[in-house]
């Protein structure tokens, strides 16, 4: 029978970069390129400039720009490492304690649901322009996918594993390096591959609320000139941090779960 | 009647490598009210034949005429069972087994009264408003086959419909298949993998061989009809077990050539 | 005993002790620490009574009903908008291979864009007039509306094949195909974009107003902040994430109904 429901960290995992081929990328770029060069001609209007204004405004303030990019990665490898650590290992914590679930699970589930840029006037009341500020942004954003997605993961290990396990007489701590982490790892680069588009949000958002440090205030200097080249500069930067990032994740995650069938990637 | 010439059909391979030869030079007549059975280690081609009777693939040469008439694609004279059942898990019974009438354009009354018709008639009354998701294997099998016969159809094409399901439920199914066909006499093509089954249910067992696929042999099953009332007495038969014992040597020297043609594949590989 | 047994294997015990414990350390660290930003957590609790009953303490809940009502203004027509686009593009893409390979780039552009980047583009051309409704109406579809193109899409995809393949067998066009197993078998998966999509629809609203557009809920925000007034700050942020989660269990309940033949639940996201 088919299986209707599909698990949702899956679903809009953005797995997609081994997903995309080579032709059909390719012509998607060039009109991507082309479409938008012509379009920022024909229209000219200042908020829509051409690409090749934006990527001439991005060799004028190229020494600005990658002094931002500097200050906003080293943010964003800070608060993606805390998420990481704290989120992964909460999750671990909660699948292999009943009662830490119980307890938690709903509060996990609101702060996953809540849009998490309205916490960050907390954020600045404790740390105020700290670069801490912007830390907890981006954990905010990226920590609890990570948390429900290794719950999961540990859940869903088949049960019959765990009965081999317990048929060989595994000691409990075998049982979880040799069965349980490794069954988990799949579905916990899952929710780190989320985890990672989430945080790179989390640093832009956050840096442009607090407004004083990194690519975030470029992008809010721009706007307040409206200089939409700048803006527009910045955003093809971010994209590219984003895809460098995901491509890293995605390459270790394939690393790690090579004995996977190809199919169910 | 089913007249397949000359029938050849290959899929494109990986990037890289060649065709799949799923069929070739495949002839074969299906007779009228007969029970036929096709047997084969996988890759040999046997879903692809049916599949090809059913127009749900073209074949690339050669004619597949069924009552004369050549298959350019699905028809309502020919009705299908899948072997992973293919209900729709939000349709209640009564509108899956509706399904091909309503497809047909046969209104609502009508179409739910054969329904009901079918459904007691596979043992299921009673269970017409539930979901699939609410039946056992066996039970969604039997919605799979009320489906297929609520048509009427002139062929049953069957891909190794009972292959899901545990030895038991499968015993019970092939008992109430045979009591069926055997009031009905609708012409089938039944796809298998065990010999038992194809011996135990058919009228002839055609025996197909991989790499290209194609028809290795076809055997007369002597067994007379009806079999439903006494299956255990036929299959501890000797000539049941002569019949199985027959297609178990011809399969097991088909096995070994694969093996065979796998490892002069793989010293190739190797070889720098 | 039985009682006893059942009060310790419940959830809802667990969680109470969970909050239990977040309340004392905030009220014990706020108390410690004197903050005028950083409220104590009774207070906090005795200023969302006075957000939200009218009438309870002066005009201040007027004030906040005005804001939800401009904010979800935006964030149901922008929404609409979404699932009106998104829903019917994911389910196309994911039945003709070609125009998915095409568009593939460009959704995945769409998932990493951080959108907060894009409004200044979207105030520079649309202004903020009015409240500046289709800004915020626009950067919201910009949000919600790949969430729902992407799960439409693998709504089509995880459908059984076979189950396409009887229908052509019992003669079913491409319309009725459509009808029969398509639209019905990427339903659940379709109700999980709506959830997504919503989630980051509201994110969406958030950040405009708190970035960008001070109108709503996010200029109130702005406006404790500024004001220094703690209590009513968080009273306000817990309303937000509450407004949040109770819209998304709406969605979930909504999934459940329409969805019955769907066993496996979802995790949420």
């Keep these: 029978m088919a299986t209707v429901a599909p698990t949702p960290a899956r679903v809009a995992s953005p797995g997609f970069i081994s997903r995309l081929e080579a032709w059909p990328t390719v012509t998607s770029f060039i009109v991507l390129v082309g479409g938008w060069e012509l379009i920022g001609r024909s229209l000219n209007q200042p908020f829509f400039p051409p690409l090749s204004s934006v990527l001439n405004e991005l060799a004028i303030n190229q020494a600005e720009i990658m002094a931002a990019l500097g200050t906003s990665l080293t943010n964003l490898v800070l608060g993606f490492i805390v998420s990481v650590v704290f989120g992964v290992g909460l999750g671990l914590l909660m699948g292999a304690f009943r009662k830490l679930d119980a307890a938690l699970d709903i509060y996990i589930n609101a702060l996953l649901t809540a849009p998490s840029l309205v916490f960050a006037p907390i954020f600045f009341a404790i740390w105020g322009l700290e670069r801490w500020s912007i830390v907890a942004v981006i954990f905010m954003y990226s920590t609890w996918i990570m948390v429900v997605n290794t719950v999961t993961a540990v859940r869903t290990v088949s049960p019959e594993m765990l009965e081999m396990g317990r048929a060989f007489n595994a000691p409990r701590i075998k049982t979880w390096t040799r069965i349980v982490l490794p069954a988990a790892t799949p579905l916990i680069m899952a929710g780190i591959r989320l985890a990672t588009g989430r945080a790179v949000k989390g640093m832009l958002n956050g840096e442009m609320f607090i407004a004083i ?50 199919t169910s990637r | 009647m089913i007249e397949i010439k000359g029938v050849s059909k290959a899929f494109p391979g990986r990037k890289g490598s060649e065709p799949v030869q799923a069929l070739k030079d495949v002839d074969l007549i299906v007779r009228d009210n007969e029970f036929l059975t096709v047997l084969g280690p996988s890759g040999c081609g046997k879903t692809t034949l049916l599949r090809v009777i059913a127009g749900l693939v073209p ?64 043992g299921l009354g009673g269970f017409e408003k539930r979901l699939p998701g609410e039946l056992s294997g066996g039970m969604q099998q039997r919605v ?122 793989q010293a190739a590989a190797t070889k720098p | 005993m039985s009682l006893v047994r059942r009060v310790l294997d419940s959830s809802a015990l667990y969680r109470l002790i969970a909050l239990a414990i977040f309340a004392t350390i905030w009220q014990l660290a706020t108390l410690s620490h004197k903050s ?126 076979s189950l396409i393949e009887m229908a052509r067998c019992f003669g079913a066009g491409e319309l009725s195909i459509w009808r029969r197993i398509l639209l019905p078998g990427s339903l659940p998966a379709i109700m999980t974009g709506v959830r997504l999509g919503l989630g980051r629809a509201i994110t969406g609203m958030v950040i405009i107003e708190l970035l960008f557009i001070a109108v709503g809920l996010g200029n109130l925000i702005q406006k404790y902040d500024a004001q220094l007034d703690g209590a009513r700050l968080y009273a306000l942020i817990i309303i937000v994430v509450f407004e949040a989660l109770v819209l998304i269990q709406a969605v979930r309940w909504l999934e459940r109904r329409v969805t019955p033949w769907r066993k496996t639940t979802s995790f949420g996201r």
């Design chain 2, 59 to 122: 074949h690339d040469t050669g004619t597949v005429l069924v009552d004369g008439k050549p298959v350019t694609g699905p028809g309502p004279e020919r009705a299908m069972v899948f072997q992973s059942f293919a209900l729709m898990p939000w349709d209640n019974v009564l509108t899956n087994v509706a399904f091909g009438l309503e497809m047909q354009g046969v209104d609502k009354k009508t179409r739910e009264l054969k329904a009901l018709e079918l459904i007691e008639m596979v």
């Design chain 3, 36 to 161: 005028m930003l950083i409220p104590t957590f009774t207070d906090t609790m005795a200023a969302i009574p006075k957000l939200l009953i009218p009438g309870y303490s002066g005009d201040e809940s007027a004030k906040l009903w005005d804001a939800l009502y401009q904010s979800n203004g935006a964030l149901l027509i922008g929404f609409a908008i979404s699932v009106a686009l998104g829903v019917p593009f994911g389910l196309l893409i994911g039945r003709f291979r070609t125009i998915e390979r095409f568009a593939n780039l460009y959704i995945s552009i769409l998932l990493v864009t951080p959108m907060a980047a894009v409004i200044p583009l979207l105030v520079m051309s649309l202004g903020v007039r009015d409240g500046a409704m289709p800004t915020r109406v626009i950067l919201i579809v910009l949000f919600a509306i790949v969430m729902l193109i992407v799960n439409s899409r693998a709504g089509i995809r995880q459908i059984d094949p």
């Design chain 1, 213 to 262: 440090v990194g690519l975030g205030k470029l992008v809010k200097d721009g706007s307040g000139r409206f200089d939409a080249s700048l803006v527009l500069a910045i955003l093809v930067v971010i994209i590219v941090v984003a895809f460098i990032a995901l491509w890293v994740v995605g390459w270790v995650d394939a690393r790690l779960t090579r004995w996977l069938p190809k």
């Design chain 2, 144 to 265: 799979g086959l009320a489906r297929a016969l609520a048509v009427s159809p002139k062929v049953l094409l069957m891909d190794e419909p009972f292959g899901a399901l545990d030895e038991q439920t499968r015993r019970l199914l092939q008992e109430e298949l045979l009591r069926i066909w055997e009031a009905t006499r609708t012409t089938v093509v039944f796809i298998t993998h065990s010999m038992e089954e194809a011996v135990l249910l058919g009228d002839r067992v055609v025996l197909m061989r991989p790499r290209p696929g194609r028809i290795d042999q076809i055997l007369d099953i002597p067994m007379t009809r009806p079999r439903s009332t006494h299956l255990d007495s036929v299959e501890s038969s000797g000539e049941f077990t002569a019949m199985v014992g027959l297609l178990w040597n011809n399969l097991r020297a088909m096995h070994s050539d694969v093996r065979r043609a796998r490892q002069a594949g």
